[in-house]
């Protein structure tokens, strides 16, 4: 028996399942425009799917308690790129939110595209297609593009963040200080003008880490060569520790230096924790550690990148 444009059109949704975003040219191969629209149009007086905009549809998703829930803003804009056949990139606050930077979720939605800018507003918030260069959609889709748009939450620091980037620091570090005493090596015994030190010498740098365009942490970083980059101090404000943020400024600073072949860092052998989260990115032990005190030795940590 012969289906119906209607019964098509609704076995395919079905197939993709509750939360697919799709525009009449996602049906092309099935018949005419006309006889498209008309059974979309069929099919969303059935409360089978959900017109979001002109043209652009979605079969939603339900929850028992919470009802029909609001269509997800990457599929409405992969919808979107899949019909004007072009390729697309977060960027801004959402990347930001992707990559777990933020918590808040963006009214406005941007997306790069090598297409044509456009806004297209769904409920209360509106996706921005921002044309950009065919050279800033290169890594457009993968992980490392979403890592380079947000890497605008890393910011270099300036002589103005010293003050706050240096009682940051002392803050994070001073548990560490009560506990084992490592007066000569604790960042929480640095003076202010080392962090000036870091921010202003060419061969260093200090980044300031952002969350939600808060100021949570910073980094510094130490040209050892072209190939080698120490990292250090790294420190996280003690309120916003255990959100991963710092798994993921290494993978943003990995981004960042596209060119160096290794990433240093040192330890405390005696936090354990932060020891496996080295070694669970990839940072290996090498050379000899350093004793520091009857109950502290300082181990350093090498991490290999194969371009």
């Not at 003076?191 to 980044?207: S, W």
């Not at 020891?275 to 350093?290: D, R, V």
Request: hydrophobic residues 40%; positive net charge; aromatic residues 8%.
């Amino acid at each position: 028996m012969r289906q119906s444009m209607e019964t098509k059109i609704k076995n395919r949704i079905l197939e993709h399942g509750s939360g697919w975003c799709f525009t009449p040219m996602h049906f092309a191969d099935l018949g005419s425009d006309a006889s498209i629209r008309k059974a979309l149009s069929q099919l969303q007086k059935h409360n089978f799917i959900r017109r979001l905009a002109q043209g652009l549809y979605d079969y939603p998703k339900k929850h028992d308690l919470l009802g029909i829930i609001p269509p997800d803003v990457n599929e409405v804009a992969k919808a979107i790129a899949e019909k004007d056949s072009v390729l697309i990139q977060p960027a801004g606050a959402h990347a930001a939110n992707l990559v777990g930077f933020s918590t808040q979720v963006p009214g406005r939605i941007i997306f790069l595209t090598e297409g044509a800018s456009k806004k297209v507003k769904i409920g209360n918030q509106e996706i921005i297609f921002k044309k950009t260069t065919k050279k800033n959609m290169l890594s457009a889709g993968t992980r490392e593009g979403l890592l380079i748009q947000a890497l605008k939450n890393l910011e270099k620091a300036t002589s103005e963040d010293a003050e706050k980037l240096h009682a940051i620091q002392i803050k994070s570090f001073l548990p560490l200080l009560e506990k084992y005493q490592d007066h000569e090596v604790n960042p929480a015994c640095e003076p202010i003008d080392k962090t000036l030190q870091r921010i202003n010498d060419p061969l260093k740098g200090f980044y300031k880490i952002l969350k939600d365009n808060i100021l949570v942490g910073g980094i510094a970083i130490k040209h050892i060569s072209t190939e080698i980059i120490f990292l250090g101090p790294i420190f996280i404000d003690p309120s916003f520790q255990n959100q991963k943020i710092a798994q993921t400024v290494f993978q943003l600073i990995e981004n960042m230096f596209p060119s160096v072949h290794f990433f240093e860092l040192r330890a405390l052998a005696q936090e354990r924790g932060n020891i496996h989260l080295y070694e669970k990115m990839g940072f290996m032990i090498y050379g000899e550690s350093k004793k520091i005190n009857d109950s502290l030795d300082l181990v350093y940590f090498r991490k290999r990148i194969t371009h």
